[in-house]
């Protein structure tokens, strides 16, 4: 996790604004579903409010002054034709979340052939599904065992892969930073991609 800070000397409330990037907490949510200890996903309301606890500690603030005042969510779509039951449960992601608080950005995926770690992450996810296959929850709360990423990929030689994600993620931090809408960015990522998005928001307040 990453935050940059962009203080406003006007308000007495910290505004956070945070950013998901919609791939990464997809991979988070699986892995802590079938691989760690835990066996539960990862709830999107929970992690907006532990964003807001985790930047108050860090920073030494009570958490009553930190404020969320903006949650958005930057995934990729599929590609037509799309099987009904990935276009139904892309819609109820989308519903989840919104309903959440979140905004939901969505962009064209590319089609793209399996590599060998992609190949065996999934093996392991359908092997720890398989050891338990109950009724749950998705990463995001709609009432489906499966991600649509997993109903799109199964058993085929290639699998789905996010474009113009990062750059419009980016974009968008850089651009609220400049309307003066939030005085902290905390972006939950885990590509080094964003690194110069985040330098440049240092850079202008000077830290």
């Not at 009432?143 to 974009?171: C, N």
């Not at 990522?189 to 330098?199: I, K, R, S, T």
Request: charged content about 25%.
């Amino acid at each position: 996790m990453k935050e940059s800070i962009v203080p406003d000397t006007t308000s007495s409330k910290l505004r956070t604004a945070i950013y998901i990037d919609g791939g990464f907490f997809r991979k988070g949510s699986v892995f802590r579903r079938y691989c760690h200890q835990s066996r539960k996903w990862i709830d999107a309301r929970a992690l907006r409010e532990f964003c807001n606890a985790y930047y108050a500690r860090v920073s030494g603030r009570s958490p009553s002054v930190v404020q969320s005042v903006k949650a958005c969510y930057f995934d990729g779509s599929y590609p037509a034709p799309v099987p009904s039951a990935v276009a139904l449960l892309q819609r109820k992601e989308d519903q989840a979340l919104t309903a959440m608080g979140y905004q939901v950005k969505r962009f064209p995926m590319k089609r793209a052939y399996r590599s060998i770690s992609d190949r065996y992450h999934q093996q392991q996810v359908a092997a720890a599904h398989a050891a338990s296959p109950v009724p749950e929850l998705c990463p995001v709360g709609s009432e489906e065992s499966r991600s649509a990423h997993a109903l799109a990929g199964d058993e085929m030689p290639y699998t789905f892969k996010q474009k113009q994600v990062d750059t419009a993620l980016s974009t968008a931090m850089v651009h609220a930073a400049h309307r003066n809408e939030c005085d902290v960015a905390i972006l939950v990522a885990g590509d080094n991609d964003f690194v110069p998005a985040l330098q440049l928001l240092r850079a202008r307040v000077g830290t």
